[in-house]
Every structure is written in structure tokens, then in C-alpha cells.
């Protein structure tokens, strides 16, 4: 999107609008089928093709050195123009996704890139610099934790890991050189869901930058910027491409947080290849309908969990026991398909359990229409030493459930046998 001359990048919308709109306490409207199959996408496309074309090139070429010397002109005064000239700075297929996300998210800008992980350690690289210092909450995604414990530390940049959910420990682990506050919500595996006022109050008073991974959520069921955090990242592998068929992430901002990013991009070069944007933008035309789905089978196969006497507990803020249920619905328009359970037992139970199932299949992910379940301690924790496993709360006998979209009554049912085995 090109920024009219002299317009301020923080405050411009396509239609004009500013985005000063106060922080609401409560949850907001999603975006529901209608923008998630029209949002971001102009109107009439090249060669009149309904879909959005995979644009498969590494290279844009130049009529003359006239249209050259207009390009050249237009990058000084547009900073960013309507064509590309190669591949690690800009396709169209790519920004076409790059439009929906944002527009999804309520966002001025969004910036696709090769993975959750790459939209992770691209905007920590960006944010922040030698001698300085940022908070992030100790649910966080495993990879996410490393990159903070033992990558940016080489550079320089410390790192002070707080619970989720405890707002004092956040604000008192904040220092002088404090420059963001970094969290998930929910958090992976146990579900925790920030009370983004409050956080968002506590960065603004120490002015420092709110940086959230809102995967598990999607804008379907969250938009983390109306409360005014400053940037939103997803693992777009996960319920936004929907398919567990494509590898990517996305950040989500201003233009003001997003244009540097961007810039850097094209020297980190870690971005989206057009085949995956074309997936990403095919499975994002159905995302309100999968999370219609995939709220109600989490809700579901949790109420069924909790009830069940061979389970010990269950993470899942659609419950009243879980610790965010408040925090969870005031903001949430759903609680997301992921579920994660105790059984009562030790491993060989849980085994017992999980090989049991006739839908579920076992892997390492969550948000794609297929049901997959994960052994915790086996998937995602199996090089984590049993201390810090038992410190984490990952347990032998912990599963996470992440539900797809098949009939409610068949994941059910498929539970309820695979407990009859045990
Ligand atoms: C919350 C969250 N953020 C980021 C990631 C990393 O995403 P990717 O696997 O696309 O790199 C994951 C992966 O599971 C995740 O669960």
C-alpha cells in the first residue's frame, strides 16, 4: 500500500480514517465469512482471473529506462511502489495475502514471512539492540524461549521470563532499558489469556512496546491492536493457512511498525514463497467458517474432558476452572479448538490413550482441519531436561488435543471409546 506524500504512516487507513480509537475493555466485533473471503483483495485482477494468480518469478523487468528512471523516482518519493523489481523484495501474490491479513486484523499493514518462528526472531531482531533488555511471559512457545535465553543474550539483549497472568511480576521486572513486553494469548499448552487492558496499561505508563503472538486465537476470535498492542504476530502454518500444508508466519502493525520491518526483511531475506501466499489466501477465505468449527469442538471435547473420572485435569479458558475463563470471554470472541488434559495415570496409560483414538492423528502441530493429538512430553519438550519439565508444569501424562473440524459428536465419541480401552 503506498502512502500518500506528507501523510502521516502512524495514522493512515486506505479510506482515510485515523486509528486513535480509545482502548476498549471488552471484546470487539471479528471480521466474520464476508471479509474473510472479500477483505484486502481489490476488486478486478490481472487477466480477470476470480483468484488472486500465483505470480512465480524471482525477477520484475523494465520496458525501457524510462519506466526504470519512473521506478526509481516513485521508490525516493513513495517509499513503497505499486510494482516490484525482485523477488526478496516484494511479489504480488504475496502482498495480496500481506492486504487480507492486515485487513483481517483491523491493521494498517501486515508482513508475511517464512515461518512463525521467522516473525518472531525478525521482530525481536528489530526491536531491540545491545544493552537492552525486554520481559516475556514463561508460557510461551518453546523455540520462542530458546531465541530469548540463548540467542539474543550473544547480542547483547537479556531477557527477564515472568509467569503468565502475574501483572506485578511484569511490572517489576520492567527496567530503564526495558524497550518490549512479549507474550502469547492464549499461551501454548496451558491456554493462559492475557487481560490485554491491563497490560496494555502497564507498557504505556513505562512506555515500552507490546509484542503479541496471538496464533491460537486468530483475529476470528481476537484483535489484539484494538487493544492497543503495538504489533501481532501469528504462525500462519497454524489456523490461518488451515490446511497443515504451508510454513509461515506474519506480523501485524502500523505502518509505522511494519515499513522498517519490511525493509529489513529484504536483508534477512527470510520471506514467503508465492505458491505458500496463494495457500495462505485460499485457507483464509474459509478461516471464519473453520473457527466456527474449531471453537465449538474445543469447547466441546473439553466439557466432555472435565467431565470424565479418568482425567485429572484440563487448560481450556472456555471452562470455568480455568484460571482466565473472566479475562478469556470479556475479550475472546471464542476460545479456540486446542485443549490440553491430564489423564489419570502415569505414561503408558496416556500411550494407551492416545493409540487408542481412530481420528486423532500424532504430531507436533494444531489448527489444521485434521485432529492431531501431541504426548507434550514426547512432542515439543522431549529435549527439555525432566527439572525443567516438571518446573514447566510437562508432565508424562499431559496431552495436548488440537481439534480439527470433523463432526463434533465424532471426536466425541472417538474419545469416549479410546477411554473405554483404558
Ligand atoms: C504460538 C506459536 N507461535 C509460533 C510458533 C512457530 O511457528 P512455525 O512453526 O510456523 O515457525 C508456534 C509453533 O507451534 C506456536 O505454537
Known sequence: MSVPPGTDRATFTPNGETTTAPTPTTRTT??????????????YRAHDSLTVPIVQT???????????LDYVDEKMFWEEPEREDYGRY????????????AALEGAQDAMLVSSGMAAVTATLLLLVKSGDHLVLTNDCYHSTLEFCR?????????????PCGD???????IRPNTRLLYSESPTNPF???????????????????????????????????????????????????G??????????????????????????????????????????????????????????VARFLESHP???RVWYPGLESHPDYAVATATQQGYSGVVSFEIDGDAERTYRFIDALQIPTIGPSLGGVESLISPLALIGYAEVSPEECARLGISESLIRFCTGIEETEDLLADVAQAFDQI
Open 191 to 241: 491456554m493462559r489469556c492475557l487481560d490485554f487492558p491491563r497490560l496494555v496499561e502497564i507498557a504505556r505508563r513505562h512506555n515500552v512496546k507490546t509484542v503479541i503472538d496471538t496464533t491460537f486465537a486468530t483475529p476470528m476470535n481476537l484483535r489484539a491492536l484494538e487493544y492497543g498492542v503495538d504489533i501481532v504476530i501469528h504462525s500462519v502454518t497454524k489456523y490461518l493457512a
Open 30 to 43: 471479528a471480521p466474520r465469512s464476508t471479509q474473510a473471503v472479500h477483505a484486502g483483495e481489490s476488486r
Open 150 to 162: 540463548n540467542f539474543l543474550p550473544r547480542y547483547g539483549v537479556e531477557a527477564t521470563i515472568v
Open 58 to 68: 524471482s525477477v520484475y523487468t523494465f520496458r525501457n529506462t524510462g519506466a526504470l
Open 90 to 101: 516484494g511479489n504480488p501474490t504475496v502482498r495480496a495475502a500481506e492486504a487480507k491479513l
Open 167 to 173: 501483572y506485578e511480576a511484569m511490572e517489576a521486572a
Open 243 to 300: 490446511h497443515n500444508d504451508v510454513m509461515a508466519g506474519v506480523v501485524i502493525g502500523s505502518f509505522e511498525e511494519i515499513t522498517p520491518l519490511r525493509k529489513a526483511q529484504g536483508t534477512l531475506g527470510c520471506i514467503v514463497d508465492p505458491h505458500a501466499a496463494y495457500l495462505i489466501l485460499r485457507g483464509l477465505k474459509t478461516l471464519a467458517l473453520r473457527m466456527e468449527r474449531h471453537n465449538a469442538n474445543g469447547l466441546a
Open 310 to 312: 479418568k482425567v485429572r
